[in-house]
């Protein structure tokens, strides 16, 4: 199929940043300028942690510099040592925070239908070196929390939950940043609620809150002293001036991606490709809009055909992380499966319902042919 003609339209990515008003970014600007303070937990630092905590219902929040940062210091604050059981199927940050903490992944495949880890596959590859689960709810939609807290509870093992796709959620009335004993989540520009750069770690412990913000600040205890080994984990004032300045729009951004996300699904009810399921008890953030194709072969004659008029979905997630030749090869046909034959369509704030019809057409175009 050749070029359809794209309307006059722009490249469309798979994704764009939200940028608020300009002007509203310029007044943190000035009070930064006023204060001259920058960055070390300054005063749009404390608002921002105080404001998402009231926003998102937490307890506890520490602002950091990046989502994976946050996952290298919930493992660190966790003292884990040895195996940790994760999911072959998520961003490369969920493995490369392992390995690059000196443990070592063991892939548990994902379940077919919701994306996520699959808890009975967990206790087959426990072994006296496992420490922890860490696991990722993909596209924001929740784990099986309960039977992987179950699992853990019986072999004495720390969960992980690597949340960065879920702002916004909610799972049975309540935060689902609460579950497990540390969940982190990424402001990425891409992401649905950012801070350019930036990432959040949530604990229901103050413990662990008070150990983390000693391992997010060099392990600084007083001015002269230390309490352990810690790392530059800060985040700036610009950052935060950013955070502020979008979280005004949160509410109008989660409402908006809900009617893109369902608009998308009532214009291609007759594709031929399947969705994931989205856990039951869960308010979901519609954060993202994978399809799943029959076969790799369908998901790429879509996708060139996509490419083709300028629309540039993504691979999220391939290849399977299980594959990757710094980890012990593990079979995980199920992740490697549905890695080959997924894509995420365009999903962001400023993407037009005509832009979105556009793609539509063409993907059922793909397959008329
Ligand atoms: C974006 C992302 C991360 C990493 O976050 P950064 O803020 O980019 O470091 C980690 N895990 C998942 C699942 C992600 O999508």
Known sequence: MEYEGNYGL???QVTTPFLPPKEEFNKYVDQI????????????LNELELRLKAFLGLEHFLFVSNGTLALQLAIK??????????????????????????????????????FNIDPEKIEALITPNTCAILATHVYGNPCDIEAIEIIAK????????DAAHCFGVKYKERSVLEYGDISTISFHATKLFHTTEG??????????TYRLSKLRNFGFLTAESFDGLGINGKNSEFHAAMGLCNLKYADEILEQ???QYLHYHSQLTNLNVSYHKITTGTDYNY???PILFKSEEDMLKAKSLLETNWIYPRRYFYPSLSGLDYVEKQATPVSDDISRRILCLPLYHMLSIEEQ??????????QNN
């Open 77 to 114: 604050a966790l003292n884990l040592k040895g195996e940790i059981i994760t999911t072959p199927f998520s961003f490369i940050a969920t493995t490369s925070s392992i390995v690059w903490e000196g443990c070592k992944p063991v892939f548990a495949d994902i379940d077919p239908d919701s």
């Open 33 to 44: 300028w006023e204060k001259n303070w920058q960055t070390n937990n300054g005063p749009l």
């Open 357 to 366: 019809d556009f793609i539509c057409r063409i993907l059922l175009r793909s």
């Open 10 to 12: 722009n490249m469309i």
């Open 287 to 289: 954060s993202y809009y």
């Open 199 to 208: 990432g959040g770690i949530i604990t229901t412990s103050p413990e662990l």
């Open 154 to 161: 019986k072999h004495n093992l720390k969960v992980i939950f």
């Open 257 to 259: 991606r809900k009617n």
